[in-house]
Every structure is written in C-alpha cells, then in structure tokens.
C-alpha cells in the first residue's frame, strides 16, 4: 500500500521504517528540513536501538522517503498516519496545534478516498473534531475517513513493539475504513481490537495512566516499607506474581519520566474535569512520582548533609535505559537540584551525554564512563538502570570514590552485598 507519515519523532519513524520493512511505499514527511536533510541520508538525531539500520535499509531499497512536503505525500497515499507531537499546554491538556496544521494541509492536499488515521495521543472527541476540520477544509466530493490507532510502543524496544505488538487497536466508523487498516496490520499477526473511535481514543490514555499508577502505587509502598523495615522489592514480587497483578512496572525507584506518561496523566486528568469528574486518583499518581525525586534528594541530604562543595556523581541521564531521551528525566530535576545546592556534578550515561550537553550546558562534568563519573565523589546516585550498571566492579568504584555514599535510585544493586563491600548505601524502600 501507499502509506503517508506525517511527523518524523520516534513514533512517525518507526512507523514508516517498520511498514516499508513489510514491503509498503511509504512517504514521511516532518517539518523541520534539517531533520529531513538528515534523514535522506539515513541520519537519526536521537538513539533508538535498530531504528538508523532498518531507515537505512528500506530507503536504499527505495520504499522509504523523506519529505518536507505534505502534499506530496498525501497526494496518492491511502492511509495517511499523523504521528506529530501533542505536548502539553499551561492547564495540562494536550497541545493538537500540530494536528491542526497537519490536518489541514492533509485535507487541501487529498484527491481520492483515504484513510487519515491519528496515531498521535489525542483526547477523546478528537477523531469526530478531525473529521469536521477534514470536511470543512477538503476539495467537495473527495472521500475519506478519519480512524485513531493509538500507539503504545515503549521507547528502547521501539520497533520490536511495533512489529510484535500485544495487540493493535483500529478505531473506526465506517466498514471501508476498517477493511483498509486490517489489510494493513493484520500481517502483524497481534490480536486486533476493533472499536469506536472514541473508545480507542480513551484506551490508550487509560493504558498509559495505569502502567503509571502501578509505579506510583509500588513507589507508595516503598515509604510504608522504609518505615516497618520490611523490602519494596520482596513484597512487589510477591504481589507481582498473581497474574491479576502481573510482575511490570512494579520496580519501587525515583520514578517515571519520559514523553508520555507525565504529559497523558495531565491530559486525561484534563479530559476527565471537562466531562464533570475530578479525577483525584491520577492527581495523586502524579503527586507520589514528583515525591520520589525530593525523596531521593533528601536522602542524599541525610548521607552528606549540606552539599555546598560536595562531588556528586551521577549515573543515567536518560529517562529510562535503552533510549537518549530525557523528555521530563528524573535526571533534570535532581541535576539542577545538586547545582542549586552548591553541588559539582560529575555525571555519565552509556548514550545521553550529547542529549545532556543540550540541556545542562557547561554546569555539569560529563564523564567517560561510570568510575570517571565516581572520580573522588562524595555520593554516588544512580538515576537510571543501564544494563551495563548493574555489571560495575564495584570495588573499582568505591576505589574511585572520596565518600562512600551510594544512592541507588533504581535498586538495581544489593543492599547487603553494598554494605559488606563497605557503601553507605541507601535503596528506595529497602
Ligand atoms: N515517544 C513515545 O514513546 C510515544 C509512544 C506512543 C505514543 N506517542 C505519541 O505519539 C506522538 C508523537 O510522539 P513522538 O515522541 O514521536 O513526538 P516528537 O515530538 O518526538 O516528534 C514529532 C515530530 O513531528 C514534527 N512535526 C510537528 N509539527 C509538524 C507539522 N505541522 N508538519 C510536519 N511535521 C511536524 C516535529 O518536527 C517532530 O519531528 C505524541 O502524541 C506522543 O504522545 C509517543
């Protein structure tokens, strides 16, 4: 099939990298013409393990362009998928100015039948609110539908959630609409879920806002802990393995971060005080996960008491591990803390340095790897669990340390074998 992307951040590539992969032509298209230029010669400005390789291979083989122009793409496409962002505004709700412009141009530019699907997070009454945009702006006489197929790739295992999906979500609602798109994903060989569009609209804010409020309630569980002496890391596992409950994103920690889920809790929060309910519930997830990052400082600051002059070693930048992405990292809170207090921070990560250089300048000592980060530290903290972490010599480390403080945002280590080795080591809820 002829397929138009229209938005080259993570969700717009994989999507058309993965699709021409299934032999599909594809047209993405972005606004930014550096980033176009880039990605003509197959150049990615972020990290996403496969991503650069699999743009590379199909563009050679012809099946994959790159474009600044929405016409031209949209001009003979039969699916048209808008993958731009939709950060948030001041009051919380997501910002669709980039789905209005994109669904502009897409209607000026349609002339046969197409299916314009939102593959973007949007809120509920999007769909219905595209349509009549689509309407308004489009030629009289040309056909098309408007269908949401949320996304729910996890950033670092992009383009295997892609192919493999836990299933696919086609909202729709019109048969026509709905034949196209199974063509399309039904290869994936996923369950496909066939729904409204309003319904598929709300399920992907409801899936995002419970993986974060598993985390927020484990990270709740992680104070009660701290308190009776018993460990977060025991008693996740033991409720984890009733299947109802299930073992992911129940890792007690500094919290989540990223994109999507500080941004969609917002929105739906939003969503739900325009329908007339307050939804206190994910007010509170958000609230425990900005706690765990003042958490995590304060035991720094019961480890070392004041800061002012203190060498803190920090490692992981990125907001999870796998990607260089430090949209809303922990990371920038607790960095910019560190400074405030008086802190030098001397930190490292395995793909985020050139991503941190952008956001923390010349403020930070940005090491060549985790003993360089821990040179003469007084505190360790690790804010991201990096596979290569968890596999320090640690004997090395605490060799390169002034302090013996390790704070281990991630309770990627363990507590009884960091204090043989002779840490002052401090978990979350342990
Ligand atoms: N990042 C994730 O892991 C993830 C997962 C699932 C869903 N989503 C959702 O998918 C959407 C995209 O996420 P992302 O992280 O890929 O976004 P992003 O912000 O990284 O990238 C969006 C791209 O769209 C381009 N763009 C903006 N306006 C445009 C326009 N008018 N014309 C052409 N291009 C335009 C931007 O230049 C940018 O390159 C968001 O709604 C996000 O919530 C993201």
């Known amino acids: 099939m002829r397929l138009a992307v229209i938005g080259c951040g993570v969700v717009g590539l994989v999507t058309g990298a993965s699709f021409a992969k299934m032999g599909h032509q594809i047209i993405s298209v972005d606004k930014d013409l550096t980033k ?17 390789e699999l743009i590379q291979e199909n563009a050679s083989q012809g099946r994959l362009r790159f474009t600044t122009s929405i016409s031209q793409a949209v001009k003979d496409a039969e699916v048209i998928f808008i993958t731009v962002g939709t950060p948030p505004n001041n009051d919380g709700s997501a910002n669709l100015s980039s789905v209005h412009e994109v669904a502009t141009e897409v209607a000026a530019s349609l002339e046969g039948y197409a299916v314009v699907v939102e593959k973007s997070t949007v809120p509920v009454g999007t769909g219905q609110w595209l349509k009549d945009l689509i309407q308004d702006k489009a030629r009289s006489g040309v056909e098309f539908d408007v269908a949401s197929v949320p996304e729910f790739l996890r950033e670092g295992a992009a383009i295997q959630d892609f192919l493999q999906p836990t299933r696919v979500v086609i909202g729709v609602e019109s048969p026509r609409a709905e034949k196209v798109l199974r063509q399309l994903f039904e290869p994936l060989d996923a369950p496909i879920l066939v729904a409204d569009i309003k319904s598929a609209e709300l399920i992907k804010h409801a899936a995002n806002c419970f993986l974060a409020m598993k985390i927020s309630y484990v990270n709740a569980l992680s104070i009660i802990c701290e308190q009776v002496g018993a460990d977060v890391t025991q008693v996740a596992k033991g409720i984890g393995l009733d299947p109802r409950i299930g073992q992911e994103f129940l ?59 203190r060498v803190i070693g920090v490692l992981g930048l990125s907001f999870k591990p796998n990607t260089d992405d430090m949209r809303e990292a922990p990371s920038v809170d607790i960095v910019e803390w560190l400074l405030q207090e008086g802190a030098s921070v001397r930190a490292y990560d395995p793909v985020a340095l050139p991503r941190a250089k952008t956001v923390f300048g010349e403020s930070v000592q940005y090491s060549a ?25 640690m004997k090395r480390l605490k060799a390169c340390m002034k302090g013996r403080v390790v704070v281990d945002g991630r309770n990627i280590y363990d507590p009884g074998q960091m204090r043989a080795l002779g840490f002052q080591y401090y978990g979350i809820g342990r």
């Open 36 to 52: 176009v230029r880039k990605l003509q010669k197959a150049h990615l400005d972020f990290f996403e393990p496969g991503l650069q």
């Open 369 to 393: 790897d985790a003993y360089d980060a821990a040179k003469a530290a007084d505190a360790v903290v690790l804010l991201t669990e990096w596979k290569a972490f968890k596999n320090l010599d």
């Open 251 to 309: 890792a007690a920690g500094v919290g989540y971060g990223g994109s999507c889920f500080p941004k969609d809790i917002s929105a739906f929060v939003k969503i739900a005080e325009d329908v007339g309910y307050d939804f206190q519930l994910l007010k509170e997830v958000a609230r425990i996960n900005r706690e765990q990052r003042l958490r995590l400082m304060n035991k720094l600051s019961d480890a070392l008491g004041s800061l002012k002059g």
